[in-house]
């Protein structure tokens, strides 16, 4: 269950985990309403059976309930989701912007992260994870020849190395940056416009995580990352100078 989207579980568990005395439901009731919210006490008792069925509460005899351990999690889960969907918001707006200079500080973010998942990549890829890498670069290089897009190959090909870099935490970072799909799009357009390919780089990186070097690894993807850097660089000031020279038109 989604406590963070119910309308009385998340407060109520809120509630109870401030207080060091078992409650029942008219404090819980009086606490609602010192925040200006009205609700019965008939709700508030059946969501309290509830969060006693799922194990969020406690009850302790005619005094009321406590919170366990389980129900302090769920809300410190609550509370990271939300963060997350905050920060995730951001990004997406950061992201799908059409500004050359916001995708220049999500590539700067990017290189922080990449390096050290291409690093530990390297260290730590299973022979089935390798096996991945390749048949994702592969799949790439066939989209690439029959003129198909390859945004998603791209994410795919990054994604694969986040992934078993073996940190859960550098992995979501990277799917915040890039799941959305609209970075590479705009980087494979990009690629066209500058007439570079970036498919050697790939090649470069997955080369030194096969051979097990982490220094060649990390170097291999901080150079793909540099070139993109530069090349959103070209672009933008492509894209003003044509702005200028249409203004000047005018």
């Not at 401030?18 to 309403?33: H, L």
């Not at 299973?126 to 890498?133: F, H, I, K, Q, V």
């Not at 066939?142 to 078993?164: M, P, T, V, W, Y």
Request: aromatic letters at 8%.
């Amino acid at each position: 269950m989604d406590i963070a989207k119910d309308k009385w579980k998340r407060p109520i568990l809120e509630i109870i985990s401030a207080t060091e005395e078992p409650v029942g439901s008219w404090f819980i009731v009086s606490e609602f309403k010192k925040k200006g919210i009205d609700v019965s006490s008939a709700t508030i008792g059946r969501e309290l059976n509830e969060l006693e069925t799922l194990g969020y509460v406690e009850r302790i005899g005619f005094k009321g309930r406590i919170i366990t351990v389980l129900g302090r999690r769920i809300i410190e889960e609550a509370r990271t989701t939300e963060t997350l969907d905050y920060y995730r918001n951001s990004l997406d707006s950061l992201i799908n912007s059409d500004v050359m200079e916001n995708f220049l500080m999500v590539l700067e973010a990017r290189l922080t992260i990449e390096r050290q998942t291409a690093r530990l990549a390297a260290e730590r890829i299973t022979d089935e994870g390798m096996a991945e890498l390749i048949e994702r670069y592969e799949r790439q290089k066939d989209h690439e020849r029959d003129n198909l897009s390859i945004a998603k190959d791209d994410i795919a090909f990054h994604g694969c190395i986040a992934r078993h870099s073996g940190n859960k935490a550098l992995y979501s970072l990277y799917m915040m940056l890039s799941a959305m799909g609209q970075q590479s799009e705009l980087f494979e357009q990009l690629r066209h416009r500058v007439g570079d390919n970036y498919t050697p780089y790939h090649s470069r990186v997955m080369d030194a995580i096969k051979a097990r070097d982490p220094e060649r690894a990390e170097e291999a993807m901080s150079d793909h990352i540099t070139k993109l850097m530069l090349d959103v660089n070209q672009y933008w000031n492509e894209y003003i100078e044509l702005k200028n020279n249409g203004k000047q038109e005018q």
